[in-house]
């Protein structure tokens, strides 16, 4: 089953691509600084916290220069968030198409997400930017980005599906998600490094499986390689919330039209 739906997904992938572009048009249309607000709003977080944790409180940062420490993790934090947030309601936003055309639903939470991947594309210049005002080598360990980012994109994924099928049959989570996402960033090291967490805890914390993938960005920006430890219990939690989730998602598709 599995399998075909993929085979299903694939035969569909140019609806993908034009919807996807469609939800980056639309991002920003009658905007005048248009993409520029994917730098804009990250950049302006940035000075926020490093103004707070960077000079007033002075928040360890592992010998890095606090807006490089705080920018490294906000990157991937922002990519997933706003694709969440943009993904879970794609469905009920969307209720004209969703009960008129057929075509398989997992599109329209897909389609958020590349939009989202976009937006972080673009905002990853200005990390390339801090990396040479605060002369930050470039380091053979970004190699690793790729790994990173697929593994966060099963995981976006996982959370979407499982996300936009709930969502209509029970519309109160439109205000769960925003909330979630809030509490869910400190619980994260965003703002503050790892090695923060008590030592009796770390465990337990690493189970938030965006805290490994922080953490590993991190690393590799230092030039090291992710701690295998954390990215497998990482995998170990991704891998069956995404198969969870899309499956979940697929089961309940068949009654989305009825119950929107």
Known sequence: MFIQNMQELYRFRNLLWIWSFREI?????????????????????????????????????????????????????????????????????????????????????????????????????????LLVIYQVPIRLSLLWLPVLLIIQILLTLGVSFLGAALI???????????LGLQLWMYLCPVAYPLSSVPDQLRF??????????????????????????????????ILPLFLLGYLYFKSKEAFFADII
């Open 25 to 129: 048009r639309i991002r920003y249309k009658q905007s005048i600084l248009g993409g520029i607000w994917a730098i804009l709003q990250p950049f302006s977080t940035m000075l926020i916290f490093t103004l707070i944790f960077g000079l007033i409180i002075k928040v360890p940062s592992d010998d890095i220069p606090y807006p490089v420490f705080f920018y490294s993790a906000l990157l991937p934090w922002t990519f997933f968030s706003s694709a969440v947030s943009a993904a879970i309601p794609s469905l009920v936003g969307n209720l004209n198409l969703v009960t008129k055309i057929y075509f398989p639903r997992e599109v329209l939470p897909m389609a958020s997400v590349v939009a989202a991947f976009v937006d972080f594309l673009i905002a990853a210049l200005l990390y390339f930017v």
């Open 168 to 178: 209509v049959a029970y519309r109160d989570i439109r205000f769960v998600v925003p």
């Open 204 to 237: 337990l914390y690493m189970l938030n499986p965006m805290a490994g993938i922080i953490e590993s960005y991190r690393r590799i920006l230092m030039g090291k390689a992710p701690a295998w430890e954390y990215l497998l219990l990482e995998l170990a939690i």
